[in-house]
C-alpha cells in the first residue's frame, strides 16, 4: 500500500514515524480546583451583567453599520437621485424598483434630465451588502445607521421614495422648484451648489 | 407534650385552615422560585434573567404559567387517553403531598389553639414521604407509557429509572439518621436535634442524601433524561398547555420537597442556628418558619448553583455513580453507624468507641492509598505500552515536526 503513496519530501515526516502516545486525561485538579469551578458562576452574581437592555436602551451601532437606505438631496433641495436604475442592476436581492421620469421645466425634481419618479426598496428582500451605494453615481443612495426595520405586514416593508428621502435640512427648499440661478448639473455635483437661491422659492 | 400530641388535638377547622396554608406555601414558593432560579441562574451567566413583568420580573412566573393555560391542550390521537390525564395529575398531587409530615415551625398559637405547623405527624412520617416519592415515579412513566410515543417512552423509562435508583441511595442515608434519632417521625427527628444538627453528626448521609436528592428530582447535573437542550424534553414531549404546568409545577414542587425533607433530617428543621436559640420564642413562636424557610432557601440555592456550574452527565456515568458508588458507601456506612450506636448503647467504655471510630478511619485511609497506588501503577503500565504503528496507509504530515507532545493536556488555562 505504502509504495503507491508519493514519496516523502525531505522536510515531510510520516504519521507512521512520530510515535503514538496515549492521552492521558489530564492531572486531578484536585479538591480545590473543583471549588474553584464552583467559585465562578457564584462570583458571576455580583458582578454587572453585560446585557443591553434594548428598547429603554439602545447600544449605538459602528459609523459604517449597513441600516435603512437614504436618498439624499443637493443642498438646495433638489433630488440627487436621476432615476438611473443602476442601483437596481447592481442589487443581488432584487430588492430595489425604480421607474426615472423627464424633468420639465415646471416640474423639476433634480438637476439635469431625468429624476426617480418610483422608487422602491423592499426590505423583505434587501441583504444590506451595499451594493446599491456602490453602484450609486450621484451620491444619491446611501445607508443610515437605522436598524429597527420591522413590522406586521409584507406591504410595510417595500419602503417608498417619502420613506427614503432625506429630511429637508436648512436652507433647503422642497422641490419640484427650478435649478440654481447660472448653475448646471455639472456644478451640483461638482458641489458648487451651497445652499438655495430666493429665486428658486417659486411657492 | 410531644407534637404528635398537640396535633392530635386539633379540630377539622384548624386542620382545615393548616392542609390551606402548606398549599399556598407550596404553590408560592414554587412560583417564586421558579422565578428566583431564572434570575439567580441568569445572573450566574452574566445576564439579568426575567426582569419585564413587574417589579423585577417577580410575577413572570404566575404569567407563564396564565400563557400555559390559554395554549391548545393537545392529546396526540396514539395516546391512551385516560392515562394521558391520569398521569400529570399524580404526578402533582404526590409531590405536594410529602408536604403533610414536615414540620414548619415548633409550637404556635393558630387562632387561639396551640399547635404546630404541620399538618399531621405519622410515627413513621419518613417512609411516608419516601413512599409518596416513589408513587410519584408512576407519573413519569405512565405519562412517558401512555403518550404512544417513542421518545416519550424512553425518557419516562430512564428518568424512572433514574429516581428509582436514587431512592434506593436516599433511602439508605436515612437509616443512620433514624437509628440516632430513633424515630420516623419528622417531629421527633427535628426534636432530636436540638443540640447538635445530624448534618454534622452524620456527615456523610447528609452528603449522600444531598447528592441523591438531585439525582431523585432529575435535576442539572443529572437532567439527562430531560436534557432540554438536547432532548425534546423526555417523558412530557407530547403533553402541552395546562397538562404540562402540572409536571413542571411538580418538578419544583418536588425540589421544594426533598429541601424541605433535608432540612428537617440533617439542618434542624425549624430550629435556630447554633447561639440563635433565643429568636425561637419570637412572634409567638411563627419566627421558626422563618428559620425553617431560609433553610429550604439555601438548599435551592444550592440545586441553582448546580444547575449553573456543572455540566450533564452521561446516562451510564450517572448510573455508575449511583449504583457502585453512593450505594456501597451508604451501606458501609449504615454499618459502621449502626455498630458506634449499639456500642454506646449498651454502655461500652467510651475507649472502645474512640478505638473503633479511629478503626474505621484508618481502614479507610489505608484503602484509599491502595486505591491511588493501583490506579497509579495503571497508568505507568499505560505510559510504557507503546501502540506499534498502524499497517494501513496513512496520509503525511506536510511540516517538520520535531516532537509531538499531546501529554499533559489536563492544565488549561483560565480564559475567563
Known amino acids: 500500500m505504502s509504495e503507491q503513496l508519493e514519496p516523502l519530501k525531505k522536510n515531510e515526516i510520516s504519521v507512521n514515524d512520530v510515535p503514538y502516545v496515549q492521552m492521558e486525561t489530564g492531572e486531578s485538579v484536585g479538591f480545590l480546583g473543583h471549588l474553584k469551578g464552583f467559585w465562578v458562576p457564584f462570583s458571576k452574581i455580583f ?70 419618479k418610483v422608487y422602491q426598496i423592499n426590505y423583505l428582500r434587501c441583504v444590506f451588502c451595499g451594493l446599491c451605494i456602490e453602484a450609486c453615481p450621484t451620491r444619491a443612495l446611501t445607508m443610515t445607521n437605522e436598524y429597527e426595520l420591522a413590522d406586521d405586514t409584507r406591504a410595510k416593508l417595500i419602503f417608498e421614495k417619502e420613506d427614503l428621502l432625506a429630511p429637508l435640512r436648512q436652507g433647503m427648499l422642497m422641490p419640484p422648484h427650478p435649478m440654481y440661478p447660472d448653475m448646471n448639473d455639472t456644478n451640483y455635483y461638482n458641489g458648487d451648489v451651497k445652499g438655495s437661491h430666493p429665486s428658486q422659492d417659486v411657492k | 407534650m410531644t407534637t404528635a400530641e398537640l396535633i392530635g388535638a386539633d379540630s377539622g377547622g384548624i386542620i382545615a385552615i393548616k392542609a390551606l396554608l402548606v398549599f399556598i406555601f407550596c404553590v408560592v414558593l414554587t412560583l417564586m422560585s421558579v422565578w428566583g432560579e431564572r434570575r439567580l441562574v441568569g445572573r450566574m451567566q452574566e445576564r439579568p434573567g426575567p426582569n419585564r413583568v413587574g417589579p423585577f420580573g417577580l410575577i413572570q412566573a404566575l404569567a407563564d404559567g396564565v400563557k400555559l393555560a390559554l395554549k391548545e391542550d393537545l392529546i396526540p390521537a396514539a395516546a391512551d387517553k385516560i392515562v394521558f390525564v391520569i398521569a400529570p395529575i399524580i404526578s402533582a398531587t404526590t409531590c405536594f403531598m410529602s ?28 417512609l411516608y ?31 424512572s429509572a433514574q429516581v428509582i435508583s436514587y431512592e434506593v441511595a436516599m433511602g439508605l442515608s436515612l437509616v443512620a439518621v433514624f437509628i440516632y434519632a430513633g424515630s420516623m417521625s419528622t417531629s421527633d427527628i427535628v426534636a432530636a436535634q436540638s443540640t447538635w444538627w445530624y448534618g454534622v453528626v452524620l456527615f456523610p448521609s447528609f452528603a449522600i442524601y444531598a447528592i441523591s436528592m438531585v439525582g431523585e428530582t432529575n435535576r442539572a447535573p443529572f437532567d439527562l433524561a430531560e436534557a432540554e437542550g438536547e432532548l425534546v424534553g423526555g417523558f412530557h414531549t407530547e403533553y402541552s398547555s395546562l397538562k404540562f404546568a402540572l409536571f413542571f409545577l411538580a418538578e419544583y414542587v418536588n425540589i421544594i420537597a426533598v429541601s424541605a425533607l433535608a432540612t428537617t433530617l440533617f439542618l434542624g428543621g425549624y430550629h435556630a442556628l447554633p447561639g440563635l436559640g433565643f429568636t425561637e420564642s419570637w412572634l409567638g413562636g411563627w419566627f421558626t418558619a ?11 440555592f444550592v440545586f441553582v448553583w448546580l444547575r449553573g ?7 451510564d456515568q450517572f448510573m455508575q455513580f449511583g449504583w457502585k458508588i453512593l450505594i456501597p458507601v451508604s451501606i458501609l456506612w449504615i454499618l459502621v453507624v449502626a455498630t458506634l450506636r449499639a456500642l454506646s448503647l449498651h454502655g461500652a467504655p ?9 478503626a474505621i478511619v484508618l481502614l479507610v485511609m489505608v484503602v484509599n492509598l491502595g486505591f491511588d497506588n493501583a490506579k497509579k501503577k495503571k497508568l505507568e503500565a499505560l ?34
Open chain 2, 99 to 126: 408536604f403533610a409530615v414536615i414540620p414548619i415551625t415548633g409550637k404556635v398559637s393558630l387562632f387561639g389553639h396551640t399547635t404546630a405547623m404541620q399538618l399531621t405527624d405519622l410515627p413513621v412520617g419518613v
Open chain 2, 309 to 315: 456550574t456543572l455540566p450533564r452527565l452521561r446516562y
Open chain 1, 47 to 116: 458582578k454587572k451583567t453585560l446585557t443591553v437592555e434594548y428598547p429603554e436602551v439602545k447600544a449605538l451601532t459602528e459609523e459604517r453599520f449597513h441600516g435603512r437606505h437614504q436618498l439624499n438631496r443637493h443642498p438646495d433641495g433638489l433630488e440627487k437621485c436621476i432615476g438611473c436604475e443602476l442601483c437596481a442592476w447592481a442589487c443581488p436581492a432584487d430588492a430595489i424598483y425604480v421607474e426615472g421620469a423627464n424633468n420639465t421645466a415646471d416640474n423639476q425634481m433634480s438637476p439635469g434630465e431625468r429624476y426617480g
Open chain 2, 383 to 416: 505510559e510504557e505500552e507503546v501502540v506499534s504503528s498502524p499497517t494501513f496507509a496513512v496520509p503525511t504530515i506536510p511540516m517538520h515536526v520535531s516532537s509531538i507532545n499531546v501529554s499533559n493536556s489536563g492544565k488549561g488555562g483560565d480564559h475567563v
Open chain 2, 350 to 358: 467510651r475507649a472502645m468507641v474512640v478505638g473503633f471510630a479511629s
Open chain 2, 129 to 159: 414521604v419516601l413512599a409518596i416519592a416513589s408513587v410519584g415515579v408512576y407519573g413519569i412513566v405512565l405519562a412517558g407509557w401512555s403518550s404512544g410515543s417513542t421518545y416519550p417512552l424512553l425518557g419516562g423509562l430512564r428518568s
Open chain 2, 290 to 300: 422563618l428559620w425553617f424557610f431560609s433553610k429550604v432557601l439555601v438548599f435551592f
